[in-house]
């Protein structure tokens, strides 16, 4: 029995579990984004920023996945919203009966829109189905304008990239037009995002775009 | 047969390899260090730099990690030492059977260091040896202050952590203090330099601090 067998099991059984959390979801009238980086690129800001600047509009609830701590949980909570850490506990990213077992857990106090955020880690949860209606890629432009041809699996099986920290473009090597350029070379249909979260600009357009997907789920 | 003893057989194969590449290195009187961080911290920067203001002391032979491209191979071949690219095809770290297959590879005229730059994952490469000397850990500061305790396997594995990018500090929310003090309480034997490959900040005694381990290997 070959080791690749055997990962081709782990994932058929986790496309199973997914495809339950995807009809859940459904059941539920939830749209569910798979929120994916590198550790450092801004997730919990923006899901930070995306329920401040959301309030009127739609409501959220959030799974927080990490390795060790929960760190991220409790700065998501100081929102007010719902939200339930998952700790991997050292494994590299999130499966889907990890999310499954942790929606049990989340308040199911009417939200909308469930953002789950995955181990910080721009190779590994490329290849795991959660059961979302879509993965968003966050890279920050002080990772440089090269991510996309290094790492090409993950924004490959992403809907949309958010290129995050653009304040910070003016002290830094890295040429957004080459950046958006190498992204949309590897998947021509990702939707693209210029974010801060520090200055909020960019966030309006992300606003607008995640409440036409919820209106429309 | 269960995943968890094939990942064990393939960590036990990867060790028996690993030590044999020791033994080769040790032969060869080499220092190597393998190099590991997030996505975009700045680990090929670290070697051009590192490669530039050592060239009196001592010389370096190089090989490269990525998922898919060339594109570090192809800076760092630009300052004229040996180089050999490894290409993973989307596997999330380097195993000692690549780097011992690399080695091969590597054009050996008289180099005193290997650097052996890793996928970038703060996540997997923490458990593989590859037959290094040590591991040494960059982390930007634009990745906030938290990662040590949040990514503790990489920290603990490591021996020395290159807190790069300083020259941004004023543009981030990111306290160095809490960053050195998290990153200490993971691993109080950490050997810790401040740095940015943008002004050569901290590079002096990054270089000492290598070379010293050089003379005495």
Not at 63 to 83: K, M
Not at 86 to 102: N, S
Not at 204 to 209: D, G, L, P, T, Y
């Amino acid at each position: 029995m070959s080791v690749i067998t055997i990962e081709r099991k782990v994932l058929e059984k986790n496309d199973v579990i997914a495809n339950e959390n995807r009809k859940t979801f459904k059941d539920r009238n939830l749209f569910v984004l798979n929120l994916v980086s590198s550790p450092g690129s801004g997730k919990t800001s923006l899901i930070e920023r995306t329920i401040a600047l959301s309030r009127n509009k739609f409501r959220i609830g959030v799974i927080e996945g990490d390795l060790q701590t929960n760190l991220d949980a409790e700065r998501v909570s100081a929102y007010n919203v719902p939200v339930v850490q998952i700790v991997t506990h050292g494994a590299c990213h999130l499966e889907a009966d990890l999310v499954r077992d942790a929606f049990y857990r989340v308040d199911k106090n009417d939200f909308d829109l469930l953002i789950i955020e995955n181990v910080g880690n721009l190779v590994c949860p490329a290849g795991y189905d959660l059961g979302e209606n879509m993965k968003v890629v966050i890279v920050s432009t002080t990772e440089g304008d090269d991510k996309p041809l290094k790492y090409p699996a993950m924004f490959r099986n992403a809907s949309a990239l958010i290129i995050n920290k653009v304040d910070l473009i003016p002290y830094l090597n890295c040429n957004l037009d080459v950046l958006k350029k190498n992204a949309i070379s590897i998947n021509p249909s990702l939707k693209l995002f210029e974010t801060s979260c520090f200055t909020d600009v960019g966030l309006e357009s992300w606003i607008e775009w995640l409440n036409s997907h919820i209106q429309n789920r």
